[in-house]
């Protein structure tokens, strides 16, 4: 299957909905745009506290109902884990000291080739990483 590519109207739409998503009150958002190899597809990967933690389809339900009817380009398909997911915990393990080493396209750091967790990456890129400057 070939990989979909990202252009610069998918990062603008996902960093739209994620300004929707803070507005709305959403605190300390991760958000990641990746290619898993399962899907080979482009999914916008959010993880917030301020989400349901034990109920993954409320979670998506929430983030589904913010963001309803705003925009007129399509989103990627979004993914909603919980904070302890082994994915985002894996993310959230990574030193803050090694952001400024990892390559950054667009200001986007890049990601790719790797498994973190429990997910083989295909690409990637990450778009918020609560206490880290990205961009």
Excluded: C
Excluded at 61 to 85: C, M, N, Q, S
Excluded at 93 to 99: L, Y
């Amino acid at each position: 299957m070939d990989q979909a590519t990202l252009v610069g109207l998918d990062i603008s739409a996902a960093h739209e909905a994620l300004a929707v998503l803070e507005a709305a009150n959403l605190q300390r958002i991760t958000a990641v745009l990746a290619i898993f190899p399962e899907y080979g597809e482009w999914r916008l990967v959010l993880s917030s506290p301020s989400l349901d933690q034990t109920h993954p389809l409320k979670a998506q339900d929430k983030v589904a109902e913010i963001l309803a009817g705003r925009f007129v380009y399509t989103l990627p398909i979004i993914i909603v884990l919980p904070t302890k997911d082994p994915f985002m915990r894996a993310l959230q393990k990574v030193s803050r000291s090694i952001f400024p080493s990892l390559a950054r396209v667009n200001g986007q750091v890049r990601l790719g080739g790797q498994t973190i967790g429990n997910r083989f990456i295909v690409d990637g890129y990450i778009l918020r990483f609560p206490g880290v400057t990205i961009g």
